[in-house]
């Protein structure tokens, strides 16, 4: 649980002498869904790694905090921040005004969108997204992903819990197309599972990611957007980029 006191609060606190764990350590416990390369993924030894650990791990170390990464079900992870079981949510997750009612979010930290995949021996058949209508269509369940694949072929979207899984659905020939994030769509086209798969030319959206906090928790949310700005500023933010997009932001 995230143990640093307010000042104020642990004054209150001691003035009623309900202060008891005096050196309990600063642990921030974030949540993640770690399925989902080149942002969080778990390494052979069970460990998550990623683009977004290392984002976190670096503000944690900027701000003098450890970080207890917890791996849990992407649907799973705006319910866990809501009943304070973590304390922040870092999962490519997208700042979008229906999550921005129930959690706040920091400032934005990465740049992304969605695209379409599809098998190539169907790249005739589907050249435009308007082509997909009526389709099944696969995405993760909870995301950007899966609610724009109900927009482009109404009550056809079939959601997986994990895109690993959409992505072998659509080889299977399950679904038509798979609509998730494209730097993960990228990042899945480049090995060698994704055989026979290709993305459609036509992007859809632009979005931002943001790291969740409880709604009203203004001094997670302020220092996590520290730590982001002190990283952004030290080079570290940079070098975290170029670790895994090979190219500076
Ligand atoms: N960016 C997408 C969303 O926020 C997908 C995130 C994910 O699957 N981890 O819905």
Known sequence: MFKKFGLIAAAAMLATGAFSSANAADVIRVGTEATYAPFEFMDENAKPQGYDIDIINAIGEAMGYEVEVVNMPFDGLIPALMTSQIDAVIAAMTITEERAKRVDFSEPYYKS???????????????????LKGQPLCAQIGTTGAMKAEELSPGNAKSFNTEPEAFMELKA????????????NLYYLSSNASEGVIEMSEMITAEDYGIAVNKGN?????????GLKKIRDNGKFAEIHKKWFKVAQ
């Open 113 to 131: 969108g969605l695209s379409v995949l599809i098998l190539e021996q169907n790249k005739d058949k589907y050249k435009t997204l308007e082509s």
């Open 173 to 184: 020939g399950g679904c038509q197309g798979v609509v998730n994030d494209r730097p993960v």
């Open 218 to 226: 203004t001094e997670m949310k302020q220092i996590i957007d520290e």
